[in-house]
């Protein structure tokens, strides 16, 4: 055999045939995957935004809370809501604004606050969402009986620091400020009364919900003995929301307001007194726009695919076009070069060598 030669690998013509047969069709196969992911990349987080965000929400408040929902809430969209609908559980206003809510310092209510701690009891709290300038005045005092463990009066922002707090009661971070409640702070003492009284005054800096909590450390195992339980007594000062310029008001159990294309308007609601329950909830839920969502997670995906897909296939199909179609024309051109090669063996002389074996000598003989 020759130095350096090397066969000729080539598939069978059978093979050749189906190898390129496929190439347009992985083309298409990728181009359907690719337009498939979009839409459904777009549809699952037009989804997810949806239901997480912009359907129904639910919070919990209290009597006489006074809450912006453009706060509080995260479904409050001009963008993404043509209609949102507010309903309470119980009697209360609510108002529709041109601009986001502002609180005017200037305008207070005054809410008594009267908290009762037994001895038994870990602890007693009274939460409430307060606005910027908003105050707690509050005394508290030991009732007649042996003093147990260590008490304090304890004030907290936001729900986190409260989780906090129950975890760890010596958590200093997670309170604003406490007062301790001395032996000698006596409910009864008639002389001097509000002297001999723990007393705790705070007020706020912004908008959130707070605790007022009486700690009493360990609780008492057995109910019955007679140990000085903690009573309260002061008052919330609540600030409220400036709503003179209201566009809208009511007073329904359920209030729904159009919201026009890109406005900021804002919703106040206000926790009218329900004697029944002091706690209070309302839902939220946005009226879609379906206009913006359609045009966001419909039309934004279809520019996207096209102009991609119509690179994809300029750029990658016709490249494996003309791929095998140089493929070919070099398979064609080898198949000429051997048939060139044949015909010119046939036609041209054979040259027979053969030896005498008995003197050696060489003879070529034409054939």
């Not at 200037?106 to 910027?132: E, G, I």
């Not at 000698?184 to 706020?204: F, G, K, P």
């Amino acid at each position: 055999m020759r130095q350096g030669f090397r066969p000729m690998l080539e598939p069978p013509k059978h093979r050749k045939a189906v190898v390129e047969a496929r190439r347009p069709g992985l083309c298409i196969f990728l181009t359907v995957v690719v337009v498939v992911l979009v839409f459904t990349i777009f549809g699952v987080s037009g989804w997810n935004v949806f239901v997480h965000r912009f359907d129904t929400n639910t919070q919990y408040f209290h009597t006489f809370d006074e809450v912006s929902m453009g706060e509080v809430g995260n479904d409050l969209s001009a963008t993404f809501c043509e209609g949102y609908k507010v309903t309470m559980s119980g009697p209360g206003h609510v108002y529709l604004l041109p601009h986001s809510a502002v609180v005017n310092t200037s305008d207070v209510q005054y809410t008594p606050v009267d908290m009762r701690q037994q001895p038994f009891m870990v602890f007693n709290v009274k939460s409430a969402y307060l606005l910027t300038g908003s105050a707690v005045n509050v005394t508290a005092c030991l009732e007649k009986g042996s003093f147990g463990p260590p008490a304090k009066v304890v004030f907290i922002k936001g729900d986190r620091n409260f989780e906090s707090w129950r975890k760890d009661n010596e958590c200093h971070d997670c309170v604003l400020k406490h007062v301790t409640i001395h032996e000698n702070d006596i409910c009864d003492r008639e002389r001097d009364r509000e002297a001999h009284r723990a007393r705790l005054y705070y007020q706020v800096m912004e908008n959130d919900k707070y605790f007022l909590v009486i700690y009493y450390g360990r609780p008492q195992q057995d109910p019955h003995m007679r140990s000085a339980g903690i009573k309260l007594h002061g008052e919330l000062i609540h600030t409220q929301f400036d709503v003179s310029n209201a566009e809208q008001v009511c007073k329904s159990s359920s209030c729904v307001f159009e919201l026009p294309w890109m406005s900021n308007k804002d919703v106040v609601v206000k926790f009218d007194f329900f004697p029944w329950n002091s706690f209070r909830n309302v839902t939220t839920e946005c009226q879609a726009r379906l206009i913006f969502w359609s045009l966001l997670f419909g039309t934004l995906p279809v520019v996207c695919v096209v102009p991609v897909m119509a690179l994809f296939g300029v750029f990658f199909c016709r490249r494996t076009r003309r791929n095998a179609k140089a493929l070919r024309a070099k398979h064609e051109e080898r198949r000429q070069m051997r048939e060139r090669m044949s015909q010119g063996k046939n036609k041209g002389p054979i040259h027979i060598i053969t030896q005498n074996e008995d003197y050696g000598s060489v003879a070529i003989q034409d054939g």
